[in-house]
């Protein structure tokens, strides 16, 4: 009981601290005054910078995910197949 109230507690605590303050959303652009504190991007190369880095991370997460399920080298000798038979199997 004290576990399941311990993660309920934090689940709508940390919810709040997620959430910007009442200022921030003041100076935040309308997509994201909800979201971050401090100074939003002041001009288009902040937004530049912003997209580009979102784009790397999702690109980077996507095949990182993709060859993690599904890996294409199919060579017993291959990297992978060394540590997962010699450790794990």
């Not at 935040?28 to 979201?35: D, G």
């Not at 080298?73 to 199997?89: L, M, R, S």
Request: overall charge positive; proline content about 4%.
């Amino acid at each position: 009981m004290r576990k399941l109230s311990l993660i309920f507690m934090l689940t709508f605590i940390a919810q709040q601290m997620v959430n910007a303050c009442e200022l921030c959303k003041e100076k935040q652009p309308k997509a994201l005054a909800e979201i971050t504190h401090g100074a939003g991007p002041n001009g288009t190369l902040d937004y530049i910078i912003i997209w580009s880095a979102v784009i790397i991370v999702s690109l980077t997460f996507f095949y990182s995910i993709k060859y993690l399920v599904k890996p294409e080298k199919a060579d017993p000798h291959h990297i992978k197949n060394i540590v997962t038979h010699e450790y794990f199997g």
